[in-house]
């Protein structure tokens, strides 16, 4: 398993984790006091910087991207994620941490768009935001979906020079 993947498993279980202890708290209180966060400090800390090892991780991390080769110029598969309301549909690119993560979104998207055909390519999380930093729809890149859809913001993926 990747390192970016043992990040965001572990991000992901502490997050939980600490949203258990707020729905729980929040039943007994009318909001997260001083007395939560100082009690939770150390994981909120954790979160914030294993959240800030997954931004430099994305950035230099190969991911797997799906395109759809039916097109006549083959076009990323993206994902929207805007609200019907909006007039704007804003959207992420789906990129994907190893091959069997890919061929499993390729099941759902065939589900979805079955007429179409998919094809995979290789690019680095800063290439993939390079590629589509020209559009103000895009939000940013969501890791392994529709599995996690744990989504980095475009802006977030950046080489680390500490």
Do not use: R
Not at 12 to 32: A, H, R, S
Not at 59 to 73: C, L, Q, R, T
Request: hydrophobic share 35%.
């Amino acid at each position: 398993m990747s390192e970016l993947k043992q990040l965001i498993e572990k991000f992901i279980e502490l997050d939980d984790d600490l949203n258990e202890k707020i729905e729980n708290y929040l039943e007994n209180n009318d909001d997260i006091d001083e007395a939560f966060e100082n009690d939770n400090k150390q994981q909120i800390e954790e979160l914030g910087e294993l959240y800030h090892e997954i931004e430099h991780q994305v950035f230099h991390e190969e991911f797997i991207i799906v395109s759809n080769a039916s097109s006549e110029d083959k076009e990323v598969v993206a994902l929207i994620v805007s609200d019907e309301d909006e007039e704007s549909e804003e959207f992420v690119i789906p990129a994907f941490t190893d091959e069997a993560e890919a061929q499993t979104a390729i099941e759902t998207f065939k589900e979805q768009f079955e007429e179409n055909e998919f094809t995979c390519d290789k690019k680095t999380g800063s290439e993939i935001v390079a590629d589509h930093s020209e559009d103000e729809d895009f939000i940013g890149i969501a890791i392994n979906a529709p599995q996690w859809d744990f989504v980095i913001g475009s802006e977030e993926v950046h080489e680390c020079h500490d």
